[in-house]
């Protein structure tokens, strides 16, 4: 298969990415650029994440004309790209002005200066969760054997994704859980305050605090905030 080392050295380098902390951002780009380095007559190469809805949740392009090119379809709601995301399958345009899939994606893709496409899904089992494109100038550019790559790229890449966004996900509810935490003892603390100063059990304290929050539209955790600030020798230790 072509360009075999170049394609090893990315997912190599992809590896890496996993194993440090990196971003999906970046995985994207990387991933890009392994499908440019699988073609070198084509206009640019991109890489979409969808989500369920087939919304863009993130995105990796080459050049302005990628973007545009991607833009088009979400705006149209059809193209190669939502199709191989759709189906799960390649979607090959051996000509944008003969082929009468997407209308008016093609004639805007023409105007682009696009004859030709190929869209690549990123699979996890049956899901498909995103996808690789590639656009040319000229038509008739996917050979089969540019197609099997792409396919060979496409799951080593959904992979990567895959382990990169359950990393990122895991850092997300790593930073709310600790967030959460520090709040529920800034509002615990100041709970503490309102039994000692005012003589309160705990049922009585926390419902002066939210009847505090609801009269100043206010959030529980800017009123605690408050208590802890105007009690001598405590906003000191919270910082």
Request: aromatic content about 4%; proline content about 4%; some cysteine.
């Amino acid at each position: 298969m072509p360009l075999a080392d170049e394609l090893a050295a990315v997912f190599a380098r992809l590896s890496d990415v996993i194993l440090s902390e990196d971003t999906v951002a970046h995985a994207l780009a990387l991933i890009t650029e392994a499908a440019v380095l699988a073609v070198h007559d084509a206009v640019g190469a991109g890489v979409s994440l969808m989500d369920t809805n087939g919304s863009r949740s993130s995105t990796a392009s080459t050049g302005r004309i990628v973007v545009e090119a991607d833009a088009l379809q979400y705006d149209l709601g059809q193209g190669p790209c939502l199709s191989a995301w759709a189906s799960g399958h390649p979607v090959d345009i051996s000509d944008v002005r003969t082929d009468l899939r997407w209308p008016e994606w093609g004639m805007a893709a023409d105007e682009l200066g696009l004859r030709s496409c190929l869209s690549v899904p990123l699979l996890t089992g049956d899901l498909a969760f995103g996808a690789i494109k590639i656009y040319w100038p000229q038509p008739n550019a996917a050979t089969p054997q540019l197609i099997r790559l792409l396919e060979v790229l496409a799951a080593q890449a959904s992979i990567f994704l895959s382990n990169a966004q359950a990393r990122e996900r895991g850092r997300m509810l790593s930073d709310q859980l600790k967030t959460t935490l520090t709040h529920r003892d800034i509002i615990s603390t100041a709970k503490g305050i309102v039994m000692a100063s005012r003589g309160m059990g705990n049922h009585e304290a926390i419902l002066h605090l939210m009847d505090r929050a609801l009269n100043e539209n206010r959030t529980l955790q800017a009123v605690a905030e408050e208590i802890l600030e105007s009690t001598p020798g405590l906003a000191h230790d919270q910082g």
